[in-house]
């Protein structure tokens, strides 16, 4: 019985942490999968026409925002044309030049408005 | 010796206007990236308010042009939690479009960080910067 019981607070224990993990992932998107990795590298004709973040819950697409700044001169490079859908959103990018660039993206939750940003680093330079 | 005089003159000008088409670029490069105006923004950066205050306004200092309705935001959100309790937008009854403002729904005691991302029209410029303020307790 007192094994049982042992037993039984163990697994109630692990249940709570689970809930409490799940509890702080929720409300603040973070980017699980981008087409284009953090600290990338291409070539000028390597460059992805269009970027797509993928996060671990669903953000809402009035208030998610994603721009892409080339950092040199601080200018809008991608084309304004913002998709979101459920967890991904998706901007198209204007044919770049040699530099660096920075995918500067903000996320609001739909349900309980949990907000979080983060940026993604990446230069394009010309073929060798 | 006229023609040479001549020369050199025009020679003279074409500098003297190339150095100016330099600096008049250099200086509309740096004043095209929107710039939020602090002491006509409400509530002002770092304020402590003694009650929830009615809307968030920013103003800023953008080319002829003004702000991109569609780029540019800001977001209200409680510190504690981050959760998001407005998005301000470009006021878009404002001809200059250099404002962006949002009616705010009432605010617990508590403090609040305002997010901002600018984007100028006229050359994409794009800025971003945030502030915060505090709505103290009764």
Redesign the interface.
């Known amino acids: 019985m007192k094994k049982v019981s042992f037993g039984l607070s163990i697994v109630l224990t692990a249940i709570g942490l689970g809930l409490l993990f799940v509890g702080a992932a929720f409300?603040?998107p973070r980017v699980e999968t981008s087409n284009i990795a953090d600290g990338a590298v291409f070539n000028l004709t390597q460059v992805p026409g269009q970027i797509t973040l993928t996060f671990n819950e669903e953000i809402d697409p009035?208030?998610s925002?994603v721009?892409v700044?080339r950092l040199q001169?601080?200018?809008?490079a991608d084309n304004?044309n913002l998709f979101i859908e459920e967890n991904q959103m998706t901007i198209g990018v204007n044919a770049l030049d040699a530099g660096v660039y920075q995918i500067?993206w903000?996320a609001?939750t739909p349900d309980?408005?949990?907000?979080?940003?983060g940026t993604i680093t990446f230069a394009v330079h010309f073929d060798s | 010796m006229q023609r040479r005089t001549q020369v050199r003159l025009t020679q003279g000008l074409t500098l003297l206007l190339a150095v100016v088409g330099m600096l008049f670029l250099i200086a509309s490069?740096s004043a095209a990236?929107p710039n939020l105006r602090a002491n006509e923004s409400s509530p002002s950066p770092g304020a402590l308010l003694n009650s929830s205050p009615a809307r968030v306004q920013l103003v800023f200092s953008v080319e002829s042009q003004g702000l991109?309705p569609?780029?540019s935001?800001f977001?209200v959100?409680k510190e504690s939690?981050?959760?998001?309790?407005a998005?301000g937008q470009v006021d878009l009854s404002v001809a200059d479009r250099n404002v962006m403002a949002v009616t705010l729904p009432h605010l617990d005691p508590a403090v609040y960080r305002v997010?901002w991302?600018a984007?100028s029209l006229s050359?994409?410029?794009?800025?971003?910067g945030s502030f915060s303020f505090a709505v103290a307790g009764q």
């Open positions: 409300g603040h009035k208030r925002v721009y700044v001169g601080r200018r809008i304004g500067r903000i609001v309980d408005a949990g907000f979080s940003e | 490069g990236h991109v569609e780029q935001f977001w959100i939690g981050l959760s998001v309790v998005l997010k991302v984007v050359d994409q410029g794009f800025s971003e």
